[in-house]
């Protein structure tokens, strides 16, 4: 159970030195309770008061990684139930189950259209995180099918068995791989929990219900292991949806140690819309990790996009690199659009100055992610910053004169800007939309 504020600052040193960040060892101890703050801080906690603490400082839910290298799936170490409370950190690993019954040729194709499953979207590279290898042959037959797809996709792997022998096959077959055991249960807990310990790789617990969950868990732990992953073994929609909150909450608010860990969901729709919209909820709430069949295109963009906006920092607008973009063949005669460096503003921008049809330079000033009016009002679209931009940046190299087109909305700019930066400013159109009219009636577009 974990301990009170006032339990843990009856374990500090009580110097009140400020060094751990808050003013007193009182406020620091509040913060730890409430998960807020780090025991490692504290430069002056004994030894033994930092046994004591561990429960108090320790994530309410455990970081567990699978795979390896730069594949490497980071689940767990989450603090809110909110996005809006502070932020969530590792986004839902999302898995594609592969049975091992499929031949050779459909092993194949799945694998290549898994491995495919890579967009770019507003300057954001999506991609997917796992394959599911499940069981329904025999050990030869499963061994064989990891063994194919461990050679074929650098994604990590989900090993989904709860035959212990075909589980330890498995794992000789991919070794280094640092793959996802599924398949610990009541029945199998104790084999499957030294298997992991042997290859040092997470296990999946998979109960009846959240009770039985609980129960279980505090038998693996028992037993020494906690690399874990929980399933509480719901697969209608609502419960599922229900037992990941309940566990959640649980972890989060009650610190509740046994449901301390990263979960699974998997989605079973036959339809492949629904299993995306299966699994769309699963992720807002609380998987971390789905698994899902589908491998269409058009059904996983929509899944990674929501994921992406789930797990951006609320606080911190997505943005573009400030630099030099280049849109179309542009030539030292073509044209330089300003804007900021808002995503949603730039794409939008980048967008219409492609639909006019003349090659152009954009550069989008560092405004934080925010965008022309708001910038502007906020300070940050200034004369004095666009024309640092525009004279540090290089442009100047690029073009052989000396014209630069001003986002409308701020025409009011325009007379300070070229003071500032030397250069002749032309105030554009005030939405994107108008850029391919204006560059039309200006540059013949």
Same mark, same amino acid.
Request: aromatic content about 8%; overall charge negative; proline content about 5%.
């Given at each position: 159970?974990a301990?009170t504020?006032l339990e843990?600052?009856?374990?500090l040193?009580?110097?009140?030195?400020g060094?751990?960040?808050?003013p007193?060892?009182?406020?620091?101890a509040?913060?730890l309770?409430a998960a807020k703050?780090?025991?490692?801080?504290?430069?002056?906690?004994?030894d033994?008061?930092?046994?004591a603490l561990?429960?108090a400082?320790?994530?309410?839910?455990?970081?567990i990684k699978?795979g390896?290298g730069?594949?490497? =799936?980071?689940?767990?170490?989450?603090?809110?139930?909110?996005r809006?409370?502070?932020?969530?950190?590792h986004?839902t690993?999302i898995?594609?189950?592969?049975?091992?019954?499929?031949?050779?040729?459909?092993l194949?194709?799945?694998?290549?259209?898994?491995? *495919?499953?890579?967009f770019?979207?507003?300057?954001l590279?999506y *991609?997917?995180?796992m394959?599911a290898?499940?069981q329904?042959?025999?050990a030869a037959?499963f061994?064989?099918?990891?063994?194919k797809i461990e050679a074929?996709?650098?994604?990590?792997?989900v090993?989904?068995?709860?035959?212990v022998?075909?589980?330890?096959q498995?794992?000789?077959?991919?070794?280094?791989?640092?793959?996802?055991l599924y398949?610990?249960?009541?029945?199998?807990?104790?084999e499957?929990?030294?298997?992991?310990?042997?290859y040092s790789?997470?296990?999946?617990?998979k109960a009846?219900?959240i009770?039985a969950?609980?129960?279980? =868990?505090?038998?693996?732990t028992?037993?020494?292991?906690?690399?874990?992953?929980?399933?509480?073994g719901a697969?209608?929609?609502?419960?599922?949806l229900?037992?990941?909150t309940?566990?959640r909450?649980?972890?989060i608010k009650?610190?509740?140690?046994?449901?301390?860990?990263?979960?699974?969901?998997?989605?079973t729709a036959?339809?492949?819309?629904e299993?995306i919209?299966?699994?769309?909820v699963?992720?807002t709430?609380?998987?971390s990790?789905v698994?899902?069949k589908t491998?269409a295109?058009?059904f =996983?963009?929509?899944?990674?996009?929501?994921r992406q906006?789930l797990?951006t920092d609320?606080?911190?607008?997505?943005?573009?690199?400030?630099k030099?973009y280049?849109?179309g063949?542009?030539?030292?005669d073509?044209p330089?659009?300003?804007?900021t460096?808002?995503?949603l503003?730039?794409f939008s921008?980048?967008?219409e100055v492609?639909g006019?049809k003349?090659?152009?330079?954009i550069i989008?000033v560092?405004t934080?992610g925010?965008?022309?009016?708001?910038?502007?009002?906020a300070?940050k679209?200034?004369?004095e910053?666009?024309?640092?931009a525009?004279n540090?940046?290089?442009?100047?190299d690029?073009v052989?004169?000396?014209e630069i087109i001003?986002?409308?909305?701020v025409?009011?700019?325009?007379?300070?800007?070229e003071?500032?930066?030397?250069?002749?400013?032309?105030?554009?159109?005030?939405?994107?939309?108008?850029?391919?009219?204006?560059?039309?009636s200006?540059?013949?577009?």
């Amino acid at each position: 159970m974990a301990l009170t504020g006032l339990e843990i600052y009856k374990l500090l040193p009580k110097k009140n030195c400020g060094e751990c960040g808050p003013p007193t060892c009182l406020a620091f101890a509040m913060s730890l309770a409430a998960a807020k703050t780090t025991l490692d801080l504290c430069p002056y906690v004994s030894d033994e008061a930092k046994e004591a603490l561990g429960a108090a400082s320790a994530p309410p839910i455990k970081l567990i990684k699978i795979g390896s290298g730069d594949k490497t =799936v980071e689940l767990g170490d989450e603090t809110v139930l909110f996005r809006h409370d502070k932020t969530f950190f590792h986004p839902t690993g999302i898995a594609f189950e592969v049975e091992d019954s499929l031949n050779d040729a459909e092993l194949t194709q799945k694998l290549k259209e898994i491995n *495919e499953l890579e967009f770019d979207r507003v300057g954001l590279h999506y *991609e997917v995180d796992m394959v599911a290898v499940k069981q329904t042959a025999d050990a030869a037959q499963f061994k064989a099918a990891v063994q194919k797809i461990e050679a074929g996709t650098k994604l990590s792997l989900v090993l989904i068995t709860e035959d212990v022998a075909s589980a330890e096959q498995a794992l000789e077959a991919c070794k280094g791989r640092n793959p996802l055991l599924y398949g610990a249960t009541a029945n199998n807990y104790s084999e499957m929990t030294e298997l992991a310990k042997k290859y040092s790789v997470p296990l999946g617990v998979k109960a009846e219900n959240i009770f039985a969950l609980s129960d279980l =868990v505090e038998k693996i732990t028992a037993l020494g292991y906690k690399e874990l992953v929980l399933d509480s073994g719901a697969r209608g929609t609502s419960q599922v949806l229900a037992d990941l909150t309940e566990v959640r909450r649980a972890a989060i608010k009650k610190k509740y140690r046994p449901f301390g860990y990263p979960t699974v969901a998997f989605a079973t729709a036959e339809d492949p819309m629904e299993e995306i919209m299966q699994a769309q909820v699963y992720l807002t709430k609380y998987a971390s990790v789905v698994v899902l069949k589908t491998t269409a295109k058009h059904f =996983v963009l929509p899944l990674l996009t929501w994921r992406q906006n789930l797990y951006t920092d609320p606080q911190k607008p997505i943005q573009v690199e400030t630099k030099i973009y280049e849109v179309g063949n542009v030539t030292a005669d073509s044209p330089v659009y300003l804007t900021t460096n808002f995503s949603l503003t730039y794409f939008s921008v980048e967008g219409e100055v492609e639909g006019s049809k003349v090659p152009s330079y954009i550069i989008p000033v560092d405004t934080d992610g925010t965008s022309v009016l708001t910038a502007w009002a906020a300070g940050k679209y200034s004369a004095e910053k666009i024309a640092e931009a525009i004279n540090t940046i290089g442009i100047a190299d690029k073009v052989n004169h000396r014209e630069i087109i001003l986002p409308g909305y701020v025409a009011v700019l325009s007379g300070k800007l070229e003071e500032k930066s030397g250069w002749k400013v032309i105030v554009g159109p005030r939405e994107a939309a108008g850029i391919p009219a204006f560059a039309k009636s200006r540059y013949g577009a």
